[in-house]
């Protein structure tokens, strides 16, 4: 999509849809274009390369960075943790099963359930994919110089801030 495709898409719903339009408009519709297309070419890219899918590069980035020096979390703990909604947590952790990127354990807490740990193998996958993504993420960004990256950053947080 170019960018007259996106302001002629603002001027639209501004025409078609008066009672609905405010200028945060100007802002939130680029916004919302250009996280789509970052996260389809990000999802383009694990189905492509690796055969993931989003939900499962995050399972696998949260064992690694959240879960305790053995890369272990509770379903529960890792659901909390997750960047991109489970799309079905039992069905996510079945698949990344299958494939040998985590594995089962019991859990010492509380025999009725089991923990999920990064394999070494996911370790590894995990580590490829997440250098691509970085790749891909300073190519989406590298209109913007260093100055621009910051105040873009800033800007985000201060949105968010308190949400």
Do not use: W
Request: charged content about 35%; overall charge positive.
């Amino acid at each position: 999509m170019d960018l007259d495709e996106i302001n002629n898409s603002i001027i639209r719903h501004k025409n078609k849809s008066p009672q609905t339009y405010d200028k945060v408009l100007d802002v939130a519709i680029p916004f919302y274009i250009a996280h789509k297309k970052l996260s389809e070419e990000l999802c383009i890219m694990h189905e492509s390369k690796y055969s993931i899918s989003n939900a499962q590069l995050d399972v696998l980035s949260s064992l690694k960075l959240v879960g305790d020096e053995n890369y272990i979390l509770s379903p529960t703990k890792l659901y909390s943790t997750m960047v991109f909604s489970s799309g079905g947590m039992t069905k996510v952790l079945k698949k990344l099963e299958e494939k040998e990127y985590i594995t089962r354990v019991d859990n010492e807490n509380d025999k009725r359930s089991k923990l999920v740990q990064l394999s070494k193998k996911g370790e590894i996958l995990l580590n490829k994919a997440l250098k691509d993504v970085v790749d891909l993420e300073k190519d989406f960004f590298s209109p913007l110089n260093e100055k621009e990256q910051k105040t873009l950053k800033e800007l985000i947080y201060k949105v968010l801030k308190d949400k």
